[in-house]
């Protein structure tokens, strides 16, 4: 797995609009936009509005990876 291999959009849960990648490689799908943790490292959003979406490498560009989903039009 590369470090910029990322979940497909087709995988996301309904209605969940953001994507991000934590330093230590994990992506999640985000029902709310999330904030960086306080610690750093790791994107915040309330528990229930966040889902594992698949693990890749470290990243310590973390911060450039929250994306939001994209229109049906694009």
């Known amino acids: 797995m590369t470090k ?3 979940p497909n959009w087709n995988n996301a849960p ?3 609009d953001w994507l991000a990648q934590d330093a230590d490689g994990r992506w999640f799908w985000y029902a709310v936009e999330p ?3 306080v610690g750093g490292g ?3 959003s309330p528990r229930l509005k ?3 979406a698949l693990q890749g490498e470290p990243n310590e560009q973390w911060l450039e990876t ?3 989903r994209p229109d049906a039009t694009d």
């Open 4 to 6: 910029n291999q990322k």
């Open 14 to 16: 309904e209605d969940w």
């Open 35 to 37: 904030i960086p943790g």
């Open 42 to 44: 790791v994107w915040r």
């Open 50 to 52: 966040q889902e594992f």
């Open 66 to 68: 929250r994306q939001k």
